[in-house]
T-cell receptor, first 116, second 115 residues
C-alpha cells in the first residue's frame, strides 16, 4: 500500500498570501488529521476530518481551515499568512475515528511552508 | 486536557549500550500511549503503542517501552543502541474515550548514538 502523500513538499509564500496544502491518505483510511510542527511550539494538532466532517479542532485561529472530500483526500488552507505560520505541516491518516480503538496514525512526509 | 513531558532535550549514548528515552503523561481516564520517531526532513514513523495489558510493549526496530501507571510514565528503551537509531523521538498520548484520533505530543528528545 502506498503511504500518506502530501503535496507540495515545499512552499515559499509572502505575508498576506494564502496557501492550500493537500493530503492523500492511505487507501481505505477515512480519518485525516493535520498537525503543525515548529521548533518553538513542537507538534500541535490542527484538526481532524472523518467522512467529510470536521470532528476535532485544535487551538488555532480561524485563518486555518480544512476540508475533506468524498475520497478521503484532505486539504488545509491558511489565509492571510503570517511569518509565524512558517512550519512543517504534517498530515496523518487512520482507518477509523477512534471509537475506543487504539489505531495508530500514519504520517506523511509533510509540507515545509516558509513565509517571507 | 492531556499533556506529555519529555524531560530530556537530548540523550547521548554509545553504540551497543542500552538507551532510555523518558516520557511522562497526564490524561483524564485511561491512556493510549505512542512512540514515534522522526528522521531529518521526514514525517513521523510509528514505533509502538500501549493499549492495555502487558506493561512492557515491544515495537519496531528492537524498541520497547515500559508503561508504569503509578508513575504515569512510558519510557522508551532499547537494549543495544545503533548509530542508525539517531533521530528525534516523540511520545504521544490520547485518552481511550473522547477526542477522536487527536494526539498530544511531547516536545521530543533528540537521540544521538555515537561510535
Amino acid at each position: 500500500k502506498a503511504g500518506v502523500t502530501q503535496t507540495p513538499r515545499y512552499l515559499i509564500k509572502t505575508r498576506g498570501q494564502q496557501v492550500t496544502l493537500s493530503c492523500s491518505p492511505i487507501s481505505g483510511h477515512r480519518s485525516v488529521s493535520w498537525y503543525q510542527q515548529t521548533p518553538g511550539q513542537g507538534l500541535q494538532f490542527l484538526f481532524e476530518y472523518f467522512s467529510e466532517t470536521q470532528r476535532n479542532k485544535g487551538n488555532f485561529p480561524g485563518r486555518f481551515s480544512g476540508r475533506q472530500f468524498s475520497n478521503s483526500r484532505s486539504e488545509m488552507n491558511v489565509s492571510t499568512l503570517e511569518l509565524g505560520d512558517s512550519a512543517l505541516y504534517l498530515c496523518a491518516s487512520s482507518p477509523i475515528l477512534s471509537g475506543g480503538a487504539a489505531n495508530e496514525q500514519f504520517f506523511g512526509p509533510g509540507t515545509r511552508l516558509t513565509v517571507l | 486536557a492531556q499533556s506529555v513531558a519529555q524531560p530530556e532535550d537530548q540523550v547521548n549514548v554509545a553504540e551497543g549500550n542500552p538507551l532510555t528515552v523518558k516520557c511522562t503523561y497526564s490524561v483524564s481516564g485511561n491512556p493510549y500511549l505512542f512512540w514515534y520517531v522522526q528522521y531529518p526532513n521526514r514525517g513521523l514513523q510509528f514505533l509502538l503503542k500501549y493499549i492495555t495489558g502487558d506493561n512492557l510493549v515491544k515495537g519496531s526496530y528492537g524498541f520497547e517501552a515500559e508503561f508504569n501507571k503509578s508513575q504515569t510514565s512510558f519510557h522508551l528503551k532499547k537494549p543495544s543502541a545503533l548509530v542508525s537509531d539517531s533521530a528525534l523521538y516523540f511520545c504521544a498520548v490520547r485518552p481511550v474515550t473522547g477526542g477522536g484520533n487527536k494526539l498530544t505530543f511531547g516536545t521530543g528528545t533528540q537521540l544521538k548514538v555515537e561510535l
